[in-house]
Each structure stands twice: as structure tokens, then as C-alpha cells.
């Protein structure tokens, strides 16, 4: 699947701790009715038969909406279950191997956190890069704080579309504001609400008006 830089405004990541008595799929199907554009499966404990499962549940579920869907680091699974993509991080696959890997057709995102790892990114292949944290986040533990001065000179530094992601909320969005980037990543802002729609479709609102600020 081919994608455009709209699509990247509001890009949900998984994680299953908030399900309570809910599916994955069942809650990201509520993100996608709310606005949800883009959708990552983020799997760090699941063991590879369910992990499977998993995803090919959930690239049926995006396919039906039109929504691009990748996997977090499982190249493996990623073609197996043909998504639309795979989201690498720096201590993962480097991102030229994943490209060959992958084939030119397929979504590559990369992670990075300087302005060196994002021309490298390029460099390598990398269709959209998501850059963090940039406020103190609980999600991803090992993530270190990536300043507003390093966001928006990544963004000056690079052609393909960046993503910021990590702590972002309702809250903080704004100060995002005149960074260059095309959208948002969010976990908790979502997944952690209990009306899923509502904090999908608020947290897209806000984008968009950060977008264009």
C-alpha cells in the first residue's frame, strides 16, 4: 500500500495493558472509527502463533478501513501476513537490510533520535521516520527525551514525512506546533481513554490544527 503524508496525522500503536474486557482488534477498530489514519502493531511478549493471529486479524480490519497498517520490528511476520509495512527502531534491523528485505512496495518507518541516525534513515530507505520521545513517556521506558530544537531540525534535515511520538496528549500537542511535522504516534493518549472514538477523534482534531499552525 502506497500512503500520503495525510495519513500519518494520527498514527495509533498498540498495547494491549489497557484491553480490560476488550479485543486489540475490537479497540482498534473504535480508533479507526474516531480518526485513527494509520495503525502499528506493537508486540513485545506474544508468542509467534498468536502473534500471527493477531496480525492477520488486524491487517484485515485496516485493509477493510483503508488504513495502512505495519508491525513493530517482526519483518518475519510483516510479510508473512503481507501488511503494509514494518516500524524499525535504531537497535533493531538496520533499515537498508529491512528494505531488501521488504522490496520497495512495502511502508518502511524508522525511529530516530538525531539528525545523523534520520539522514541515515533516508539514506537506507525509510519512507517516514518517528522521532522521540518528546515528552517524558511510561510507554517506552528506554526511550530518552528528544528536544523541540532536535524535532523540528530533523524535520529541516530530511524529504520524507517525520512523526513525533512519546507522552503526547490532548494536553501538549500544541507545543508541537511550527516543528514540521505531518502528525502524531500516540499509545496511552488513545488506547488508555475509555471512550477510544472520542480520544481518537479529539487527539485528530488537534493535530490537524497543529499541522497547520
Known amino acids: 500500500m502506497k500512503f500520503a503524508r495525510k495519513d500519518l496525522l494520527l498514527y495509533a500503536v498498540t498495547d494491549r495493558r489497557w484491553l480490560r474486557n476488550a479485543t486489540l482488534c475490537g479497540q482498534v477498530e473504535q480508533a479507526i472509527s474516531g480518526g485513527a489514519t494509520f495503525v502499528q502493531l506493537r508486540e513485545k511478549d506474544l508468542d509467534e502463533t498468536h502473534f500471527m493471529e493477531e496480525a492477520l486479524e488486524m491487517k484485515a480490519l485496516c485493509s477493510r478501513y483503508r488504513v495502512p497498517f505495519v508491525i513493530d520490528d517482526n519483518v518475519d511476520i510483516a510479510l508473512r501476513v503481507n501488511a503494509d509495512g514494518v516500524h524499525v527502531g535504531q537497535s533493531d534491523m538496520e533499515a537498508g537490510n529491512v528494505r531488501e528485505l521488504i522490496g520497495n512496495d512495502k511502508i518502511l518507518g524508522v525511529s530516530a533520535q538525531t539528525v545523523e541516525e534520520a539522514l541515515q534513515a533516508e539514506r537506507r530507505g525509510a519512507d517516514y521516520l518517528g522521532v522521540g520521545a518528546v515528552f517524558h513517556t511510561g510507554t517506552k521506558t528506554d526511550a530518552d527525551d528528544v528536544s523541540l530544537d532536535t524535532l523540528k531540525a530533523i524535520c529541516d534535515a530530511v524529504s520524507i514525512p517525520v512523526i513525533a511520538i512519546g507522552g503526547i496528549s490532548r494536553e501538549n500537542i500544541m507545543r508541537l ?21 472520542e480520544a481518537a477523534r479529539t487527539l485528530k482534531n488537534l493535530a490537524l490544527q497543529m499541522v497547520q499552525a
Do not use: Q, R, T
Not at 506546533?177 to 472514538?197: N, T, Y
Open 177 to 197: 506546533s511550527g516543528s514540521g511535522i505531518c502528525g502524531i504516534a500516540v499509545v496511552s493518549a488513545i488506547f488508555a481513554e475509555k471512550d477510544i472514538p
